[in-house]
């Protein structure tokens, strides 16, 4: 008999709620949200503005804590995991990322300063994605107003890759990088998920980028998963068009 795959990340009825004054609940953000994450997934989650797509990876990452529900990595409740331990085996990259005073080369060194790596180790790894990404050397003394935005975000991939992460969430992770680079940095994602190093969850407004990369599709709207699809079983026409009719409703009710 077969055995069934098990879960690495697990969601059963997730909800979270703005907090008003004192701990009084306020109104929803994310509504009885349950999937499941399998090892090697390349999870692409879209949605319009104000779906709740960020506030859903600051939950795997535990940025926020649910209104009600639980989270599951592989058979461990969320809550019962030291938050760095979790963070070292789900690390998120959110759009905006900050250097906090360092120099690159401090900055991509230093999760793996804290995790106790040996110096040659720490190198080794350093001088590896900078070749995969094509980082050049004299990027290493500079400080993040030196670098562009779109630097600045290369950079960050690279400080999330070389966690090695179990899980990695990525919050619209090529959105100021040049075509080149994005499509570089594809490539590695669907070859860390395809071979099992990393699964991967990205938020993505680039729907024929989402297309390409993901293997399985969730659908977020008003805060509720209304598709978790295969992506072999997607519209992507229908959906596209969709995507923008909510998109357009969004921008006249603001109007």
């Not at 179990?166 to 070859?191: F, K």
């Amino acid at each position: 008999m077969e055995t069934l795959p098990t879960a690495k990340l697990r969601l059963e009825k997730v909800s979270l709620h703005t907090t008003l004054q004192g701990k009084q609940q306020g109104y929803p953000i994310l509504q009885d949200i349950s999937f499941e994450v399998f090892e090697g997934d390349r999870i692409a989650i879209v949605g319009p503005s104000g779906a709740g797509k960020t506030y859903l990876l600051r939950l795997l990452n535990r940025l926020s804590e649910p209104t009600s529900g639980k989270i599951y990595l592989a058979h461990q409740e969320y809550r019962q995991i030291p938050v760095l331990q979790l963070r070292a085996c789900v690390t998120l990259l959110l759009q905006e990322s900050k250097l906090l005073g360092m120099t690159v080369k401090e900055a991509l060194e230093y999760p793996l300063v804290l995790r106790g790596l040996p110096k040659q180790s720490i190198q080794q790894r350093l001088s590896n994605w900078m070749e995969q990404l094509h980082i050049p050397d004299d990027w290493l003394g500079k400080m993040e107003v030196q670098l562009s935005v779109g630097q600045r975000q290369l950079i960050a991939i690279a400080r999330a890759l070389i966690i090695q992460p179990q899980i990695l969430l990525l919050d619209e992770p090529t959105s100021t990088l040049d075509v080149g680079t994005a499509s570089r940095v594809m490539a590695i994602l669907n070859q860390l998920a395809q071979s099992r190093q990393t699964t991967v969850l990205m938020v993505n407004h680039q729907l024929e980028m989402a297309e390409l990369f993901c293997d399985r599709l969730l659908h977020l709207q008003q805060g509720r998963l209304i598709a978790n699809q295969n992506a072999t079983d997607i519209n992507w026409a229908k959906l596209r068009e969709s995507l923008i009719q909510a998109e357009t409703q969004i921008a006249e009710e603001w109007s």
